[in-house]
């Protein structure tokens, strides 16, 4: 029912930023973590960075760490993705997700935003 809208994806140059959002649909929505996944062509799709609200507790995936910054809002249904010092490696359909209190994984996901980072 509920859905996740992103935004801010584009093309970019290297070395440059983004600043990616994602926002649920519903105002009364509240997560227990959220995360952005990313997909590259021809490869898997992996985890970038997730918050979990509770304690703050923040992961971020080794290939970004040092350049992108996950945060949110404190309503829990708002999650940004700074991503500073783009490479052509970070070329990919990021998706935004959340996990609800009562579940174990990611169970809300976004229709993803293309970010390009071109040389």
Do not use: H
């Not at 985890?47 to 992108?68: E, H, P």
């Amino acid at each position: 029912q509920v859905q996740l809208v992103e935004s801010g994806g584009g093309l970019v140059q290297v070395g440059g930023s983004l600043r990616l959002s994602c926002t649920a649909s519903s105002r009364t929505f509240s997560s227990r973590k959220m995360g952005w996944f990313r997909q590259a062509p021809g490869k898997e799709r992996e985890l970038v960075a997730s918050i979990t609200w509770s304690g703050g507790r923040i992961y971020y995936a080794d290939s970004v760490k040092g350049r992108f910054t996950i945060s949110g809002a404190t309503a829990k249904n708002t999650v940004y993705l700074q991503m500073d010092g783009l490479k052509p490696e970070d070329t990919a359909v990021y998706y935004c997700a959340a996990a609800a209190y009562g579940s174990v994984s990611y169970d809300t996901w976004g229709m993803g935003s293309q970010v390009t980072v071109s040389s």
